[in-house]
């Protein structure tokens, strides 16, 4: 089974699957490159071995290029492993919910609450629910609609208590979850009634 090195960072983690696949080619490129600098070596009368100027070029672009690539995965590592800490704050603290929704705050986050309940025998979030409220909210422009799935998830998770385990499975759900116009309406009207009071 693939194991993501930044589970929490679906953008990030494909780039570095992308860095990482580039460095094993390059690398193979390198290798390649010794080996038919090596094979002239071998086979060159003593005293007349000289490296030709294509494998001087090629080696040299090859290293260089690996020193890049490796440098931007650390990059890439460090700054998840910098922002994380602010990020948990930040999430902590900052409300998603706009307009008449943050004067009806709490009424919003119960309904959430019995919305975002988990299945019997799971103690997860009932993820498909909770998508579902979140897009109502969006499109009735109460709910800042420019967060990411991290943040949005981590919202979500505070509030009601309730534990998502996959932030891919939620991105992935938040983007192409299918719409159940049945359920839109019904959280609609939910929160039209709160909105009212």
Not at 62 to 69: E, K, P, Y
Not at 154 to 169: H, L, N, P, R
Request: one cysteine or more; proline letters at 4%.
């Amino acid at each position: 089974m693939k194991r993501d090195i930044l589970p929490n960072h679906p953008k990030l983690q494909k780039a570095i699957n992308a860095l990482v696949a580039s460095m094993f080619a390059i690398a193979g490129g390198l290798i390649v490159v010794c080996i038919i600098d090596w094979t002239d070596w071998k086979f060159a009368e003593p005293g007349e071995y000289e490296t030709t100027l294509v494998t001087e070029i090629l080696g040299t672009t090859f290293l260089v290029t690996l020193f890049f690539i490796f440098t931007a995965i650390i990059a890439i590592v460090l700054y998840i492993r910098f922002t994380k800490s602010t990020f948990t704050d930040t999430a902590q603290t900052v409300s998603p919910l706009l307009g008449a929704a943050k004067d009806h705050e709490s009424q919003i986050i119960a309904l959430l609450k019995s919305i975002a309940q988990p299945e019997p025998g799971t103690n997860k979030l009932n993820r498909a629910n909770t998508i579902h409220f979140l897009r109502t909210l969006k499109e009735m422009q109460l709910f800042d609609s420019a967060l990411d799935g991290q943040h949005q998830k981590a919202w979500v998770e505070q509030v009601t208590g309730y534990k998502e385990k996959s932030i891919s499975a939620f991105n992935q759900a938040l983007d192409k979850q299918k719409a159940n116009p049945k359920l839109v309406a019904e959280y609609r009207k939910q929160l039209e009634q709160i909105i009212a009071e």
